[in-house]
């Protein structure tokens, strides 16, 4: 079952502006990754946060993790019209092995 | 991480018909192999999980016997839809992983329309 829900669905935003997405979960996990999908396009793996960490940066990424609200934000800085893509949380939790169960997705259009 | 590769890329098939889609892991020993199906505009949907050298485990509601998959090597594994219908026209991914990561590398994903 998918058990993560992003929010927004879709966001436009202009070349430069920063944009931020959030991804809520219900049960307990070992760890949330987020990942990029281009359309049409296999899915690249962007940052990995683990439930005991509350943030995480990879270059102009930057992630945070609200255990007690069972949330995640990625936030991208300055972005560029190759930002462009669906972006994924999925998690992972102990009763499910190395199986992702992964949110609905946040599509970006960064506007040149 | 690790590259993977997916073959074919997109196929049309006849109703009825069965297809297989390769999924290669081209530089990492992919302990357990992933099989998923996206449609459009949607997120990903968990068909099956595959460790090398014993039996798929599919997810709740995924026929077994429609979606046959292999994983037959470290590096290889197969999905095969049998007697497709245009309900199984879909976009199927495989993604790999290795033992004691959570990670999964994604293949580029074959298009399927069956007509």
């Known amino acids: 079952s998918q058990q993560g829900e992003e929010d927004p669905q879709a966001l436009s935003i202009q070349e430069g502006e920063n944009a931020t997405m959030n991804c809520s979960y219900k049960t307990s996990i070992n760890n949330l990754q987020w990942y990029r999908q281009n359309s049409g396009r296999g899915l690249v793996h962007l940052i990995l946060?683990?439930?005991?960490?509350r943030e995480k940066h990879s270059g102009r990424l930057r992630v945070t993790l609200d255990t007690s609200k069972k949330s995640s934000s990625l936030l991208i800085t300055a972005s560029r019209a190759a930002d462009t893509a669906s972006y994924f949380c999925?998690?992972?939790?102990?009763?499910?092995?190395?199986?992702?169960?992964f949110g609905g997705g946040t599509r970006v259009l960064v506007k040149p | 991480g690790a590259v993977v590769s997916q073959h074919p890329s997109r196929v049309i098939c006849k109703s009825g018909t069965s297809v297989k889609i390769e999924c290669r892991s081209l530089d990492f020993q992919a302990t357990t192999m992933f099989w998923y199906r996206q449609f459009p505009k949607k997120s990903l949907m968990l068909m099956a999980t595959?460790?090398?050298?014993?039996?798929?485990?599919?997810e709740q509601g995924v026929e077994k016997d429609k979606f046959l998959i292999n994983h037959a090597s470290l590096t290889l594994s197969t999905l095969t839809v049998t007697s497709a219908h245009p309900e199984d026209s879909s976009f199927y991914i495989c993604?790999?992983?290795?033992?004691?990561?959570?990670?999964?590398?994604f293949g580029p994903g074959t298009r399927l329309t069956v007509l």
């Open positions: 999925a998690t992972d939790a102990e009763a499910a092995g190395n199986k992702l169960t």
């Open positions: 946060i683990r439930s005991n960490e």
């Open positions: 993604s790999v992983s290795g033992r004691g990561t959570y990670t999964q590398y």
């Open positions: 595959s460790n090398e050298g014993s039996k798929a485990t599919y």
